[in-house]
DNA sequence: GATAACAGACCGACCAGACGGTTTGTTATT
DNA sequence: AATAACAAACCGTCTGGTCGGTCTGTTATC
């Protein structure tokens, strides 16, 4: 019988990958980017360690596969906030600050933690700076150009980020209603009617 | 000959302990937290590997010796700046963005990347995030106390942080223009004029 | 429909090098 | 003489990566 492939089901290959892909991520979030050997994955997916590596020929591609998914997730996340936004002005850092301190479907803790294990394995993996930086640009351009004091909308955003860093690196431990205090005042500030 | 010690000579393995330390953060930051091995601090320092697993017992005890060091610095620098600041209040935001951001002595590029590389590195010796949390509570407890509206000194303080961060972990390249822009509000926003 | 030809998925043994750390021995300092 | 400051050889482990080969399924040929 042939199979009829639809779109959203995936090859064999593809499945493997995914499951790698995940295996992966588990791995990082529970035990940190050290942890992520071949051996690892290997184990926690049941494949071989050569099976792995005729999916990802190296190690950096494994990486590079879940930075390029991580972006992309935020990404996603982010427009889809920013599309069910009905004020025009601070349409887009609201988004921002939403998707990145809300509860946008992109987020939760895992992808946090996530976040975090990227973050600092971009000091191992310098060419995966390229991906982040360039979402970065996207950011900072849609930030400056959302109808707010450029200014204003930069310290938002950057307020936003540390925010986040501060919690995913696990260095910070702001009081909860603190936070929340932090986010409605940005939120806010993303209206012009302040100014 | 009896030499006399005073009170900023060190001995000779607290020079060495001096190199040694030196020499990882050197490594550190000009290839990054993985390339940090004893070997390296070996060649570079002159000493061979047994000579510095002599004043560092283990990896964890070298590492826990920078961070503590870096900590230190930055404190220095905070506690020099703040002093040196007539108004009373926001004194201790002022001073907190001028260390992070400015010009103090504690600051600069490489003093900047050390502390990306350690960031990163956070995630491999955990129990070392106690020191750096604990010295983020005193910030926290610094900045809310400061004579300003907590949630305003906060977000100052989280906006310092992720643009020090953004631009450490070399993600973001921010306009210098828009940067000092951004400096220059945050420090007028610790004037408790505006509010 | 049987079979040959092929391709992708996967295994498991192996390797070369790196790394943290130990041990043992030597030199300098007091 | 005692102790601190080193040196050098060495060890066990782990890691990323290679390689030859197998197993499975799909496609072409007859």
Chains 1, 2 share one sequence.
Not at 42 to 62: M, N, P, R, V
Not at 99 to 107: I, P, Q, R, W
Not at 159 to 182: C, H, N, Q, Y
Request: net charge negative.
């Amino acid at each position: 019988m042939k199979r009829q492939r639809g779109a959203s089901d995936l090859s064999k290959g593809e499945i493997a990958r995914e499951r790698i892909l995940a295996a992966a991520e588990t791995i990082i979030v529970d035990k940190g980017v050290a942890a992520l050997t071949f051996d690892e994955v290997s184990e926690q997916t049941g494949l071989s360690k050569g099976g792995i590596l005729h999916h990802f020929s190296s190690k950096d591609a494994l990486v590079r596969a879940m930075v390029e998914r991580f972006v992309s997730l935020f990404e996603t996340g982010l427009a889809g906030l920013e599309t069910h936004d009905e004020a025009a002005a601070g349409r887009y850092t609201r988004a921002y600050v939403g998707a990145t301190l809300g509860n946008a479907t992109s987020t939760g803790p895992q992808y946090d933690r996530l976040g975090a294990a990227i973050t600092a394995a971009l000091h191992n993996f310098p060419d995966l700076l390229l991906i982040v930086r360039q979402q970065n640009i996207r950011c900072q351009t849609g930030v400056e150009n959302d109808g707010l004091d450029p200014v204003l909308a930069t310290i938002i955003r950057l307020a936003t980020e540390g925010l986040w860093l501060a919690e995913v690196f696990d260095v910070m431990r702001l009081d909860p209603k603190m936070k929340s205090a932090v986010v409605a005042r940005l939120m806010e500030w993303t209206h012009p009617a302040k100014s």
